[in-house]
Nanobody
Framework: QVQLVESGGGLVQAGGSLRLSCAAS????????MGWFRQAPGKQRELVAA???????RYADSVKGRFTISRDNAKNTVYLQMNSLKPEDTAVYYC?????????????????WGQGTQVTVSS
């Protein structure tokens, strides 16, 4: 079972930046797609960004141009750089390992999840 540990969340003012990191255990990290999801109170978990094993990326429309997902296979780590943060970005952010090499927007296509890290953006 792959373990995922997120870090980097916190409280930031609107317009600020945060960088989330997700460190994964295991030898097969580079094979699978990885995703960042978020869940705000009373809302469904949604895909924020995903990256395939080959480096292709996908973003939610609400974060395009502001967030960047990347991965370092040598470090078994995936990152989410978040710039120009808005109050509506406030949520718990989860890292997830996909079941496949390609990108999927569906939470059911991800087999391992981190514990989540809180991101709060004040206005």
């Amino acid at each position: 079972q792959v373990q995922l540990v997120e870090s980097g969340g916190g409280l930031v003012q609107a317009g600020g930046s945060l960088r989330l990191s997700c460190a994964a255990s295991g030898r097969t990290f580079s094979i699978y797609g990885m995703g960042w999801f978020r869940q705000a109170p009373g809302k469904q978990r949604e895909l924020v960004a995903a990256i395939s094993s080959g480096g292709s990326t996908r973003y939610a429309d609400s974060v395009k141009g502001r967030f960047t997902i990347s991965r370092d296979n040598a470090k078994n780590t995936v990152y989410l750089q978040m710039n120009s943060l808005k109050p509506e970005d406030t949520a718990v952010y989860y890292c997830a390992k996909g079941l496949y090499t390609y990108i999927s927007p569906r939470p059911s296509d991800y087999s391992s999840w981190g514990q989540g890290t809180q991101v709060t953006v004040s206005s």
